[in-house]
DNA sequence: TGTTAGCACTCAATTCTACTGAGTGCTAAC
DNA sequence: GTTAGCACTCAGTAGAATTGAGTGCTAACA
C-alpha cells in the first residue's frame, strides 16, 4: 500500500470509519455522475443511518483537512487529489468482471506475432476493457547480451549494421563509410564484430582493432554507431492504445488537446510511468506526479517482468474521476497475464 | 490539376470571372474566420467593384449551383465541399513562407538516423508546419529483393529469423520448432536459408527442401513464417504527427473523438491515402473519399518516391476548412525533400 | 440589361430578468 | 452528539425583449 510521503506531512492520514464512509460516498457518487455531491445524496446511499445535516457538518470537516472541495458556495462537494488517494489506499477493492477476465485471457490464448506486436495490441485489449487511454511500455535491451550481429551491404558505401539480442529484439544502424568496400571486406568486419560483440551488453567497452585499413575502419564504425544509442532511451518502446479515449474522458477542448500533446511525446510517457514505478505508486494522482500539464489525470502504472527483473509496465490514462477500482484491476490482470506470457511456454 | 470525374456530372464546373472572384473570397474568408460569410463582407474585400446587392444575386445562382449553403436563413453563405473543390482546383496557389522552407531545409540538413525515425520525424515536422495532423506512409519491402537472412537461436526452441532487405528495412520473425535444435543445426539452416532466399522477393515462390531432418524441417518453417507476411499489409508504416491537432483543428468533443479513433486503426488510414494516390487527386475534400466518418475532413497528400518509383506519401489532414494552399505547398515541399533525400547522397 | 439603393423580413445570438432549486451554514431543540 | 428548521447563496434555466447581421425582393437607374 503506496503513501505519497511528501506532500501533506502534518496530516495523519487517518480517517474516523463515518468520515471514510461519507467520502467513499463523495467520491464513488462523483467517479458515477461527475457531479459535485451534495450532504443528501450522501445521507441517501444508505450506508450510514445519519441525517445529512449530520453529514454536513462532517463534510466541513473534510473539506477542511484537504479530502473535499467546494466549487462554490452552492454546491455540493468534489473529491480533492488527496481524497481519491484515500480513496484508493483505504476504501477501492476492484476485481475484474467475469466478461472482461474472459476476454483477457481469449486474447492471450490467440494473441501471436512479435513482442513489439503483442505489446501494441495488449495496448488496444486495455484501452478497450476499460475506456481509457492505455500505455504500454517495453524496457530496452541496454542489458541485454548480443547474440548476433551481422553487417550487410546495401552499396559500396553503405552497410546496415543488425544487432540480435538475447531479449529477442533486434536493431539496425546504417553505417556510411566513407570509402568504398568491397564485399570481401564487409563479410570480413561482420565477422569481427560478432567476435566482438557476441556476448557482450551495449554499454560494455570491447576492444576495437586500431589498424587504418578499411575492414578495421568499419569495425570501428560499427561499434561507435551502435554504442551512440546507449545515452538515449535505448530501444523503449512505447504503444499508445485508445487516444481518442481522451476526447471522451476529459471535457474542454484545451484539456484533450493537452493531453494529447504530452502523449505524443513519447519519452514523456515513458519517464512518467518510469518515475511512479520508481517511487513505488501503482496510482499517481492529479498533481501527485508532480507534472504540470497532466494535473487533470490520474496514472494507474502495473510493472510487467519476464523472468523475475523488470522489463516494461502496463498504465492507463485518464481523469482524476476515473474508476479506479475496475481501472487497477484491469491493468493488473494484465500485467499479470502479460508477464505470465512471456515467461511462460512460448516467447513468439 | 487532378478533378473529380464521378459525382455532379452534370456540373460544367465552370463559373464566370465575378462568380469566380465571390466564390474565392468567401472560402477565403471562411478559412479565416470559420464563420458564414455574408455578401457585405464579400463586397467590402474590394477585389471587385460591385455592391452587396450584386454580390447577394451572384451568391443565390453560387448556392443554386451547389457552391455555397446557407446555415439558416439569416445567415451569410458557407462553401460546400464542391465550392472548396473549386477553389482548390481554380484559385488556390501557395507557396511555402520563407520561415518554413527554412525549416524544412534545416531540418533536412540535420536529421539523422534509421529511415523509420526519419519518416516519424518528417511526419511531426510536416504536423508543426501546418498545425493540421499528419500521416506519413512508407509502402513496405514486398517488392524488394532480400539481401540476407540469418536464424538466430534464442534457446533450444525458439529461433529468430532476421531478414534484410535491398531496401534497408529489417524484419524479424520468430521461429518456435517442435523439437530441440543444436546451434550447429541453426547455423546449418541459417546458411541454407540464405542460399535460397538471397535475391528474391517475398512473394517469390522458393523451393524448400522435403526432407524430414531438423534443418530442412526448420528451414521450411522459417519460410513459411517469412512467406506468411505477405498477404497482410507487408511492412506499411505509418507515423501520425500532431494528433493533438485534432483538438484544434474541430469543434465538438465527438468529431474529434471520431477523427482520432480513425487514426488510431492506422490500416485505414493506408488505405485512405492510397485511394486518394490512386484516384490521383492531392486533395480529397470531405465526403470525396467516400470515407463516411470523416465528411468534415479534407485530406491532402502528396507521393514520396525513391529511384523514380513510388514508395510513400505524405499526408495532411484537416477541417475542410483548412488552409489548402500553405498546407498543400507544405506537402509538396516536404514530400519533395523527402524524396531528393532518400534519393540523394546518403541513406542513412 | 445589368446594377444598385432601399426596405421589409428573418432568425440566431445576446442580453436581461426573474425564478428555481440544490445545497449550504447556523441555530436551537432533542 | 444529532437533527430539524430556516435563512441564505448562487449556478443554472427559462422566457421575453432586443439586437443586428444578413437576406430577398422591388423599383429606379445607367
Known amino acids: 500500500m503506496a503513501r ?34 451534495g450532504s443528501s445524496a450522501v445521507a441517501a446511499t444508505g450506508h450510514l443511518a445519519v441525517s445529512s445535516a449530520t453529514v454536513r457538518s462532517e463534510m466541513v470537516t473534510l473539506e477542511r483537512e484537504g479530502y473535499l472541495a467546494q466549487p462554490h458556495t452552492s454546491a455540493g462537494r468534489v473529491p480533492t487529489d488527496k481524497g481519491y488517494r484515500y480513496f484508493v489506499d483505504h476504501l477501492q477493492a476492484g476485481v475484474v468482471g467475469e466478461a472482461q477476465q474472459q476476454q483477457i485471457k481469449d486474447f492471450f490464448a490467440n494473441v501471436r506475432g512479435e513482442v513489439e506486436d503483442v505489446l501494441a495490441q495488449t495496448s488496444t485489449l486495455l484501452s478497450q476493457l476499460t475506456s481509457y487511454t492505455s500505455v504500454v511500455v517495453g524496457t530496452g535491451h541496454a542489458q541485454s547480451a548480443i547474440l548476433s550481429t551481422q553487417l550487410v551491404s546495401l552499396d559500396a558505401r ?23 568496400v568491397s564485399h570481401v571486406e564487409v563479410a570480413e568486419a561482420s565477422r569481427q564484430l560478432n567476435a566482438l560483440l557476441i556476448g557482450t551488453v551495449l554499454d560494455a567497452r570491447v576492444q576495437v582493432p586500431s589498424r587504418l585499413d578499411h575492414v578495421a575502419t568499419l569495425v570501428r564504425e560499427a561499434v561507435a554507431t551502435l554504442h551512440a544509442e546507449v545515452p538515449t532511451l535505448d530501444g523503449e518502446q512505447v504503444f499508445i492504445g485508445g487516444s481518442s479515449k481522451v476526447a471522451e474522458a476529459f471535457d474542454g477542448v484545451d484539456t484533450v488537446r493537452q493531453v494529447l500533446a504530452i502523449l505524443e ?11 511512479i514505478l520508481d517511487q513505488g505508486l501503482s496510482v499517481a ?24 527483473h523488470p522489463s516494461g509496465a502496463v498504465g492507463l490514462l485518464g481523469p482524476t474521476r476515473m474508476k479506479y477500482s475496475e ?22
Open 285 to 308: 494522482i492529479g498533481s501527485e506526479h508532480g507534472f504540470e500539464p497532466l494535473v487533470s489525470c490520474a496514472v494507474i502504472v502495473a510493472p510487467v517482468t519476464i523472468d523475475g
Open 327 to 348: 481501472a487497477m484491476a484491469a491493468a493488473r490482470a494484465v500485467s499479470a497475464q502479460l508477464t505470465h506470457h512471456f515467461d511462460g511456454d512460448d516467447r513468439a
Open 158 to 180: 553503405h552497410q546496415l549494421l543488425v544487432t540480435v539480442f538475447a531479449d529477442g529484439s533486434v536493431t539496425k544502424h546504417s553505417v556510411l563509410s566513407s570509402f568504398d
Open 265 to 275: 511525446q513519447e519519452l514523456l510517457v515513458v519517464s512518467l510511468v518510469q518515475d
Open 4 to 37: 505519497r510521503s511528501t506532500r501533506q506531512p502534518s496530516s495523519t492520514d487517518d480517517l474516523d470509519t463515518r468520515k471514510a464512509a461519507i467520502l467513499e460516498a463523495v467520491v464513488r457518487e462523483h467517479i458515477d455522475t461527475a457531479q459535485p455531491v
